[in-house]
């Protein structure tokens, strides 16, 4: 799953923001030291690009608001870096 993840993201237009839901995709939680668990989706993108845009959306499982909240700051983010350029 790894490999396949950072493929994706080397392949996404930039600017680009990868969203990390769950607690299980921020830091492992439960299966943290599990033979199976790659580790953090935010460790494993910043071994391609080590500036990459990653918004954890805590919660197991996270609540509906959570997400709808963090796609609307990903927009306002997306959106101010465009006007910079």
Known sequence: ???RMQEL???????CV??????CAISGNFFR?????????????????????VINV???PP???????AVVKAIGFIDTLKKKK
């Open 58 to 60: 805590p919660g197991c």
């Open 63 to 69: 609540k509906p608001e959570a997400m709808i909240s």
């Open 18 to 23: 990868v969203f990390a839901i769950g607690s």
């Open 33 to 53: 030291k599990s033979y199976n668990m790659a580790g953090p989706v935010e460790r494993a993108i910043k071994e391609v690009d080590p500036n990459p845009i």
């Open 9 to 15: 993201y080397l392949q996404a237009s930039k600017p």
């Open 1 to 3: 799953m790894k490999p």
